[in-house]
């Protein structure tokens, strides 16, 4: 039996918590552009989107803190697993398109005219480039390490099950 946390899966903690602060932010921004901009239905579609980012890497946190190595989730667990990896799974459709509504950013950040006349907002724009390709390649990596935690404290689960029955009194 494992007693804790591998490296790996100490970084894919650090990667989460940078996932859920971003996506938190970006959710906010989607708040404030359906308060103070006209266009809410972008707003409430973005919100909806990043809240269940935020929920499933939260799910995610919660799995690799009280079920790994080898405590074996719950019907309710796997459940909301299952429905929160599939829409995540879809989500990347619409990571993929923020991060392509942004490449019109590029030539404000890298070309010299245009910075002297958008210098005041060079590091907006350029954050805003770079958060939404983070959390795209970020979202990317959680699901890739979701599937592996879940198959992990699966097959952990059951190696445990086999060697409290293979033991001798």
């Known amino acids: ?19 859920l602060i971003l996506v938190a932010f970006k959710a906010m921004m989607s708040f404030g552009q ?10 409430l579609v973005n919100i909806i989107a990043y809240g269940l980012q935020f929920v ?3 799910h995610g946190l919660s799995m690799l803190n ?11 667990q796997k459940r909301w697993f299952n429905i929160l990896y599939i829409l ?5 459709a619409f990571l993929f398109a923020q ?9 404000f950040i890298f070309n010299i005219e245009t910075y002297q006349g958008f210098k005041r907002y060079w590091f907006t724009i350029t954050a805003h480039l770079i958060i939404s390709w ?34 001798q009194p």
């Open 56 to 58: 499933f890497v939260y």
């Open 34 to 43: 359906v308060l103070f901009q006209g266009n809410a239905l972008v707003g």
């Open 88 to 92: 995540n799974f879809i989500l990347i």
């Open 66 to 76: 009280y079920n790994y190595p080898d405590v074996p989730l719950a019907p309710r």
């Open 134 to 167: 983070v959390i795209f390649i970020i979202h990317l990596i959680f699901l890739a390490g979701m599937f592996r935690l879940r198959r992990s404290i699966h097959e952990n689960t059951i190696n445990t099950w086999y060697e409290q029955f293979d033991q």
């Open 1 to 19: 039996m494992m007693k804790g946390l591998t490296t790996s899966w100490k970084i894919f903690r650090s990667v989460c918590i940078v996932q």
């Open 99 to 107: 991060v392509v509504n942004s490449w019109w950013m590029l030539r």
